[in-house]
C-alpha cells in the first residue's frame, strides 16, 4: 500500500493551527495524511474533514468486513445493540499468541448505571483533550468510530488491529476526567499506529515476532511481551506523555499510566529492548528502526 502522500493543501485539510505537536511521531497534518492514502479515500472530491471521514469509514467496511459501520458520523457511542453484541464478539477473541494481555477474560458486566457513569466521564475525557489539544480532538473524531464499554478481568480496554477505528472500554468509574483522556488518547494512539503500519510495514521478519525468545519489555506494562506489542507501547507511552506535556500540572493524574519519570525510564528501556532483538534478528523495517530512533532521541534528553 507504499504510495507518495498527496499535498494536503490540495485537500484543503492544512492545519491553520500554528502548533505543530508529534502525535505518535507524526504530525497532525501526516496523520490526516495516512486516511487520504488509502485506497478509495484520496480525490478531487475530498476538500474537508467530513468527506474524508466518510472515505474512510467506506474504506474499513470493504477492509474488515466483520466491523459494522457506525451509525453516525457525529459520535464514537453506539446505542444500537445488534452493533454492540458483534463487535463484543470480535474484541473478545483474542489473538493467537501466548501473551496473556491479548487475551481479554470477560469479567461481569457493567449496570446501566455504570455504564451511563462511563459514558459521562468519558466524554468529560474527551472535552478535556478538545480543550488542550484541538488537533489531537480532531484525530480522534475521524479515526475513531466506536467506543464500546466492555468489563474483562485482565485489562482496563484496549484496541485490536483487525478492528480499526473501534475503542473497548473497561475501565474504572472512579476514574477522574484526566485518567479517562489519558485512556483514550492511549486507544487513540494504537489505532492511529494500526493505520500507519497498513502504509509503511514496521517489520521485515513476520515470522519472528510471535517467537517469545524475540519479545521485549514492554515501556507501558514493564513486562516481556511480543515485539509489535511493544514498539506500540513505546509509542503510546510517547503520546501520554506528549499529551501530560500540554496540561498544567494540577490536573496530572497517575491511575491508568504510571508517573512521567517512571514512564520516560521504561519506554528508554524498551526502546533497548526491542533494538537488543532487532541486532540479533533483523525484525524490523527501516520504518521501525526509525521509530525507535526518533523516541529515544526526544527522551534521551529529559
Request: hydrophobic letters at 35%.
Amino acid at each position: 500500500m507504499n504510495k507518495k502522500a498527496p499535498a494536503l493543501l490540495r485537500l484543503g485539510l492544512k492545519s491553520n493551527l500554528k502548533e505543530k505537536s508529534m502525535y505518535y511521531i507524526k504530525n497532525y497534518d501526516e496523520c490526516i495524511n495516512n486516511v487520504a492514502l488509502l485506497p478509495g479515500s484520496f480525490s478531487s472530491e475530498i476538500h474537508k474533514l467530513e468527506t474524508l471521514k466518510l472515505a474512510y469509514i467506506e474504506f474499513l467496511k470493504d477492509f474488515q468486513t466483520e466491523i459494522p459501520a457506525p451509525i453516525s458520523t457525529k459520535t464514537p457511542f453506539d446505542t444500537n445493540k445488534k452493533t454492540e453484541n458483534k463487535l463484543t464478539e470480535f474484541l473478545l477473541l483474542g489473538e493467537n499468541t501466548k501473551d496473556p494481555f491479548s487475551q481479554p477474560q470477560l469479567s461481569t458486566e457493567y449496570t446501566k448505571k455504570e455504564k451511563q457513569l462511563l459514558l459521562e466521564s468519558t466524554n468529560q475525557g474527551i472535552d478535556l483533550i478538545k480543550k488542550y489539544d484541538k488537533q489531537l480532538s480532531t484525530l480522534f473524531y475521524l479515526y475513531i468510530n466506536h467506543i464500546l464499554f466492555i468489563k474483562t478481568k485482565n485489562s482496563i480496554g484496549g484496541s485490536a488491529s483487525g478492528a480499526i477505528g473501534v475503542i473497548r472500554h473497561g475501565g474504572n468509574i472512579d476514574w477522574n476526567t484526566t485518567d479517562n483522556a489519558e485512556f483514550i488518547v492511549h486507544e487513540l494512539t494504537h489505532n492511529i499506529v494500526f493505520l500507519d503500519e497498513l502504509i509503511y510495514p514496521y517489520y521485515d521478519n513476520h515470522e519472528l515476532m510471535m517467537d517469545e525468545k524475540n519479545w521485549a519489555y514492554s515501556a507501558i506494562l514493564n513486562t516481556r511481551r511480543p515485539i509489535s506489542k511493544v514498539l506500540h507501547s513505546i509509542i503510546v507511552a510517547h503520546a501520554i506523555l506528549n499529551f501530560r506535556n500540554k496540561l498544567p500540572a494540577k490536573l496530572h493524574s497517575y491511575n491508568v499510566h504510571c508517573n512521567s519519570k517512571q514512564l520516560i525510564n521504561q519506554t528508554l528501556d524498551a526502546i533497548d529492548s526491542v533494538n537488543s532483538v532487532h541486532e540479533k534478528t533483523g525484525i524490523l523495517s527501516k520504518v521501525g528502526v526509525n521509530i525507535l530512533k526518533i523516541c529515544k532521541n526526544i527522551h534521551s534528553i529529559h
